[in-house]
């Protein structure tokens, strides 16, 4: 690899003290879930407190236009629905210049078939001639559900997921990157709150693939860490979590930026209809690579962890000495 020297600025071996700086990380991360919860819970209002609800949760209708061979004029639409006053109107372009999405809410009392006629025929009195290509009608009840469903995936996944831990290495690992699971999942409810990122299917989905990411790499750290816990008993617990960090430090840095490349050039080049997807996931990315180091392997620490039952690791032999 000495064509590519880019390579070297990762370095192979590395000495950092991570512990050392626990407990700073720890006020820093308690800080930011608060101010998470905060964020995504008040005002506590339903269907989904300070997110930005979409129609998946809140109701309403989706249409999806095309005016061909013509570009779709998307401020005459998004003026011409504000005009009947449809609540959360989005007018989004995608795929071709000519074709656009528009969603917008149903108001209360009224049938949602029977508004989305009119929607249409305002649309085809704006722009002329308009193809409609789909049109879907989502009820409060149904989303009601799809809400319920949706965060009953998110914990099932995360109690999956300590359940997995806890059979592959010890309870205090499961509780450990539990810990850390809820600790990335409420500060992305934190950013979406914040950057007020339509709350949808498409971001539960995101948040999943996130969970996924995190806990590859806490099960990363944590094997490094049981096999040098086996390898190095007599060593302090805190020095082998910041040598099995660092001994996984390389690779972290690597997975992590080829996905966030990949990812940024789905931000940029992906159009706004998948731009939010792709920052949850870059912010996931990080925040989860963060989570494994100060969350989910100090919490091991501050558990403490039986090493009784661990076994001597035999020494190596030379290469050259003979049996």
Same mark, same amino acid.
């Given at each position: ?10 370095? %192979? ?13 720890? %006020?820093?991360?308690?800080?930011? %879930? ?27 209708? @989706?249409?999806?236009?095309? !005016?061909?061979?013509?570009? %779709?004029?998307?401020?005459? @639409? ?13 007018? &989004? ?12 809410? #149903? ?16 649309? &085809? &009195? ?12 989502? $009820? ?18 995360? $109690? ?11 309870? &205090? ?8 699971? +809820?600790?990335? @999942?409420?500060?992305? +409810?934190?950013? /979406? ?8 299917? #498409? ?8 969970? $996924?990411?995190?806990?590859?790499? !806490?099960? @990363? ?26 001994? !996984?430090?390389?690779? !972290?840095?690597? #997975?992590? =930026? ?16 998948? +731009? ?7 912010? $996931? /990315? ?14 091991? =620490? ?5 090493? #009784? ?15």
């Amino acid at each position: 690899m000495s064509f590519w020297p880019l390579i070297k600025i990762v370095p %192979v071996k590395t000495k950092f003290r991570f512990v050392a700086f626990s407990r700073a990380a720890a %006020v820093i991360s308690i800080v930011a %879930v608060i101010a998470s919860l905060a964020a995504a819970m008040f005002p506590f209002k339903p269907p989904c407190g300070g997110l930005n609800c979409g129609i998946d949760f809140r109701g309403g209708s @989706v249409l999806e236009i095309s !005016t061909a061979p013509k570009p %779709v004029n998307l401020g005459a @639409v998004r003026g011409a629905l504000e005009a009947m006053h449809m609540g959360d109107v989005q007018v &989004q372009a995608f795929g071709s210049p000519s074709d656009a999405m528009v969603r917008f809410q #149903t108001p209360a009392g009224m049938e949602p078939n029977a508004v989305a006629e009119r929607v249409k025929g305002e649309i &085809q &009195q704006v722009l002329g001639v308009v193809k409609f290509s789909r049109m879907e009608v989502v $009820g409060p009840k149904v989303s009601g559900e799809l809400l319920g469903k949706g965060l009953t995936a998110l914990f099932l996944a995360i $109690g999956l997921m300590l359940v997995y831990i806890w059979f592959r290495f010890e309870v &205090q690992f499961g509780l450990g990157a539990v810990i850390a699971l +809820f600790h990335d @999942v409420i500060l992305t +409810f934190g950013l /979406i709150a914040v950057t007020r990122t339509e709350f949808s299917l #498409t971001t539960i989905a995101a948040i999943l693939t996130i969970i $996924g990411y995190s806990m590859n790499d !806490t099960v @990363v750290v944590f094997d490094r860490l049981r096999e040098n816990l086996r390898k190095y008993k007599r060593m302090p617990l805190r020095e082998v979590i910041d040598l099995s960090i660092n001994e !996984t430090l390389s690779r !972290t840095i690597i #997975t992590g =930026l080829t996905a966030l490349l990949a990812l940024g050039g789905l931000a940029v080049f992906g159009g706004p209809s998948l +731009f939010s997807m792709s920052l949850i996931l870059m912010f $996931g /990315i990080v925040i989860g690579t963060y989570s494994s180091i100060y969350v989910a392997a100090p919490v091991i =620490l501050l558990w403490g962890l039986s090493r #009784t039952h661990e076994e001597e690791a035999e020494p190596l032999k030379p290469a050259n000495q003979r049996f």
